[in-house]
């Protein structure tokens, strides 16, 4: 079963880059220095558990007063289509609703932008590259 919480440990959030280095630079390619930034020590962390081995990652920003950055969600390649992003999702909205957000604001990969509409993210804007892969801008009001 999966469990999906917030990250509160230096274990829990080694556990998240851990993913996050998986899917996003080995995996599609993206340099370390563009993955890991100034927010990740602002964001609030979350990760998705499979017993416990870590299977999925996001993180969770204030943008802007009452607007959320939703960013970073991965989930291990051989784990996808089994509903651990959905997890993911839920638990980063609550947390958002919890913190006062009104809307959430993301970048999605654009091959992933499907998967964002079905949890009720709508698209704006054109399309973009962000680290070398083609993105489109979507948000959701909460």
Do not use: N
Request: avoid cysteine; proline fraction near 1%.
């Amino acid at each position: 079963m999966i469990e999906t919480r917030v990250v509160e440990s230096d274990a829990e959030r080694e556990d998240a880059l851990a993913v996050r280095h998986a899917v996003f630079v080995e995996e599609q390619g993206v340099d370390e220095d563009l993955e890991y930034d100034d927010h990740d020590s602002e964001a609030v962390h979350f990760v998705a558990y499979d017993g416990s081995e870590p299977v999925g990652a996001a993180r969770l920003r204030e943008l802007d007063d009452g607007i959320g950055k939703v960013e970073r969600v991965a989930v291990l390649a051989d784990r996808r289509e089994e509903g651990i992003g959905r997890e993911l999702m839920a638990r980063l909205e609550e947390r958002a609703r919890a913190d006062g957000f009104d809307e959430l604001k993301l970048h999605s990969q654009s091959h992933a932008a499907d998967f964002y509409a079905d949890l009720e993210y709508d698209r704006y804007g054109e399309t973009f590259e962000e680290a070398g892969i083609p993105h489109v801008r979507m948000r959701k009001e909460l």
